[in-house]
């Protein structure tokens, strides 16, 4: 008895961890777990996941199981955003990214959401219950939101060559705020 409490406290515990450390600013630990980002890319422009710097590339899986990576979108404005299910912030502001996405998708603007550390049938299941069809990619393990040294939610305007010109740290009240930032940046 006494074991099955412990390793239930073991597995919340460990839960919290990898939410909580990838649902923060930047934090030294995160920075340390980081996996290394190269420093120098084709272009000669460093990679980081600060503004002005080229995001850093990924592949992750779709949920209809399909391998997606950023770079693949070269050529495109990209909306970037990470979210996670038991964040309260992130779920209220992604009806906003839906009626965005149903209004403002052009042929020179992708929008990516990247749920990060949750199962794929849980996300599946969500997903489907309120009707969001933007994309979702999974990062079970939340490697690429570490990789990026931001947590949930957070939103990264990337520009067609590759460069972070924005970061949201906070969520979208409305799509007008989406919409605001992106005309801001030149993007109608």
Not at 9 to 35: W, Y
Not at 162 to 169: A, N, P, S, W, Y
Request: aromatic fraction near 6%; hydrophobic fraction near 45%; proline fraction near 4%.
């Amino acid at each position: 008895m006494r074991s099955n409490l412990s390793i239930a406290i073991a597995v919340l515990l460990s839960s919290i961890l990898i939410i909580s450390g990838c649902a923060t600013s930047q934090r030294p630990e995160v920075e340390e777990q980081a996996p290394d980002v190269p420093e120098i890319t084709e272009v000669g422009a460093k990679a980081g996941s600060e503004i002005g710097k080229i995001a850093p590339d990924f592949t992750l899986q779709t949920l209809d199981g399909k391998s997606v990576a950023l770079s693949d979108f070269r050529g495109k404005m990209v909306m970037l955003v990470f979210w996670v299910m038991e964040c309260k912030e992130c779920i209220r502001e992604l009806p906003h990214i839906q009626a965005f996405f149903d209004r403002k998708i052009s042929d020179s603007l992708v929008v990516l959401t990247v749920n990060v550390a949750n199962s794929m049938t849980d996300v599946e299941e969500f997903v489907s219950k309120n009707k969001y069809t933007f994309p979702v990619l999974l990062d079970l393990d939340a490697e690429v939101c570490i990789k990026y040294r931001h947590g949930a939610p957070t939103t990264f305007f990337i520009d067609a060559n590759g460069t972070i010109l924005e970061i949201r740290d906070e969520t979208f009240q409305s799509q007008d705020e989406i919409e605001s930032i992106l005309q801001s940046l030149g993007v109608d």
